[in-house]
């Protein structure tokens, strides 16, 4: 029975053993990590255990949990939600991505990063109301000492990756303080990708902030149904100077968090 128990045990290492965390970080040319969590094993897994713990901005991953305060505060009534665009009706000339500068509906804005919209948002919902959500669900530093109204891509607000899974988590058991009804909603406008056997639900993040690019890809893939239903957590952050060129850092966000669940084995 001892024998037994031992070879069990060790089963989950010699899985983990096969997975290679840093390949795909080496072959993008970009430092940073990636933090799991196995939902049904409770258990954390760290391609840097630092770095893990250390907070930068959120960027645009902060829409997700922006998503839920929008519609509990009633801001947004729904996914459909359109929010007006403040400025000239000549759009050519605003930004790098022109065609998200347009009456909006949430969920475009939160599918095609329109942080515009956010911030539109969120000047609506006012900072006491922000630091009162993120107290209860424990999101990040809660400095929101930024003067205008994007404080999650410039300033001082910070999260750590496994803080992002932590809230993540919490989000899919739905235990923060939102109803029923706008956790669907932004589950639904999450998805970003469906396989034969999993769904991925994630938002991607960017801001140029202090001098650095700092990227990420947030969220989670839940794979088969019912009893044999599984569900993997992660955060990838990716870190450089600005002064150093990579064309494939937006790209790599994503690239290296599949080359890892494929490694896995928990997507195709």
Known sequence: MKKLVLIMWCLPFIAQAQVDLQKPFKECNIPGSITLYDYQQKKWIFSNKKDAQYATLPASTFKIINTLI?????????????VKWPGSTDTVKYGYR????HDISMKEAFQKSAGWAY????????????????KKCNYGNVDLSQKDADFWNF???????????????AIYEETLPFSKRNYKILKKIMVVEKGKNYVIRAKTGWTRDGGKDTGWWVGYVTKGQG??????????????????????FGRCRKTITKDVLKQMGIID
């Open 227 to 248: 009893k044999n239903k599984e569900v993997y957590f992660f955060a990838t952050r990716l870190i450089k100077p600005r002064i150093v060129k990579n064309k494939r």
């Open 98 to 101: 022109p065609s998200i500068y």
């Open 155 to 169: 300033g001082s607000f910070a999260i750590s990756p496994k803080n992002q899974v932590e809230v993540l988590k």
């Open 119 to 134: 911030v539109e948002m969120a000047k609506k919902i006012g900072k006491k109301t922000y630091r009162r959500y993120l």
């Open 70 to 82: 929008a519609l509990e505060t009633k801001t947004a009534k729904n996914e459909n939600h359109v």
